[in-house]
Nanobody, 128 residues
Framework: QVQVAESGGGLVQPGGSLRLSCTTNSEIRFTKYALGWFRQAPGKEREGVAA?????????YYLDSVKGRFSISQGDTANDVLLQMKDLRPEDTATYFCAAGVSPACRPWLMESEYDYWGPGTQVTVSS
């Protein structure tokens, strides 16, 4: 069973930066997979923010509103993924979730239906 866990959330002022980390257990690294970040604000649907797919040579995908501000990358091990966020805005406030999806082929990796395993989420609050 693949397990996913996030860390790094917190309170930050507008214009500030934050880095989120996601760790999966070792079972996933023997397949082609994607690791994605999603967020859900109160009263809104969950939306895909960024994703990276190992089967595609590390192809990366971003929500339009975060392009140029957020960057997804693999961490120190193949099991980890980082989301570096800069120039944060109040509208970025949400619970952020990491998810893992296993597939031999590229999929629409910003859609939550493509993911099989989810972490519990970490809160990001952007406020002065």
């Amino acid at each position: 069973q693949v397990q996913v866990a996030e860390s790094g959330g917190g309170l930050v002022q507008p214009g500030g930066s934050l880095r989120l980390s996601c760790t999966t257990n070792s079972e996933i690294r023997f397949t082609k997979y994607a690791l994605g970040w999603f967020r859900q604000a109160p009263g809104k649907e969950r939306e895909g923010v960024a994703a990276i797919y190992t089967g595609g040579g590390g192809n990366r995908y971003y929500l339009d509103s975060v392009k140029g501000r957020f960057s997804i990358s693999q961490g120190d091990t193949a099991n980890d993924v980082l989301l570096q966020m800069k120039d944060l805005r109040p509208e970025d406030t949400a619970t952020y979730f990491c998810a893992a999806g296993v597939s031999p082929a590229c999929r629409p990796w910003l859609m939550e239906s493509e993911y099989d395993y989810w972490g519990p989420g970490t809160q990001v609050t952007v406020s002065s």
